[in-house]
């Protein structure tokens, strides 16, 4: 099974620190995503990454940044916090292998600022 | 623009049947999924369709009709343990994934 693995499930900052949300997917997935997810509201893109070093803005990238070193492993940025980035943030993954690859999750991050 | 409607909530009997309807508006189409979401957990894939028609897997089941922007989700059977939301996602033109709100389906005995 495919596996998704999000650094922390809660955090809690301050407004105006540098928050970094880390996320590791053990499948050789070329294909990584960073949602941020709120009531009402459906997954909304932040950014995401296609191949090492590569990245992409989705819908609401404002406020981000992305870092993807490695295959496995995808960061998002917050660089300096603000209370409107309170929200759940999911990771996910998929296989580049064709275009219809369902994406898989992480248990995500209830990120508070404060 | 690009839209996905869903039901914001649904309440079922344990042992019924459901159906979660989706309808989308989307600049283009390459397929639709459905994922379920227990509350506090990461969305998990349950079906995938990109042709016209039923497919079935297990409980559960997913429909499409392409002509009409439709999908649905049946549940039978229902169990507690299938209160969760089911959110639909739709490829577009640009292989880009659009999320409907999801649909938050409660169970009672």
């Known amino acids: 099974d495919v596996k998704v693995t999000q650094s922390s499930r809660y955090l809690v900052k301050r407004t105006g620190e540098k928050v970094f949300l880390e996320c590791v997917q053990d499948?050789?997935?070329?294909?990584m995503f960073w949602y941020r997810q709120d009531p009402g509201l459906g997954l909304r893109l932040i950014y995401f990454?296609?191949?090492?070093?590569?990245?992409e803005k989705g819908d609401i990238p404002e406020g981000y940044s992305v870092s993807r070193e490695k295959k496995e492993r995808f960061s998002l940025i917050l660089e300096s916090a603000s209370t409107n980035q309170t929200s759940m943030y999911l990771c996910?993954?998929?296989?580049?292998?064709?275009?219809?690859?369902?994406?898989?999750f992480g248990d995500g991050t209830r990120l508070s600022i404060l | 623009g690009q839209n996905i409607d869903q039901p914001t909530e649904m309440t079922a009997t344990e042992g019924a049947i459901v159906q979660i309807n989706c309808t989308y508006q989307?600049?283009?189409?390459?397929?639709l999924f459905w994922y379920q979401q227990h509350a506090g957990e990461a969305p998990t894939f349950l079906s995938y369709?990109?042709l016209d028609g039923l497919e079935e897997k297990g409980r559960f089941s997913s429909f499409l009709s392409r002509s009409k922007g439709y999908s649905y989700l049946l549940l039978k059977e229902l169990q507690m343990k299938d209160s969760a939301s089911y959110l639909c996602?739709?490829?577009?033109?640009?292989?880009?994934?659009?999320w409907g709100a999801g649909t938050k389906l409660i169970i009672k005995p």
């Open positions: 369709n990109v």
């Open positions: 990454s296609y191949d090492v070093k590569m990245k």
């Open positions: 996602a739709v490829i577009d033109s640009n292989y880009q994934l659009i």
């Open positions: 989307t600049s283009g189409f390459n397929g």
């Open positions: 996910a993954s998929s296989s580049g292998e064709g275009d219809n690859q369902p994406q898989h």
């Open positions: 499948m050789d997935h070329e294909n």
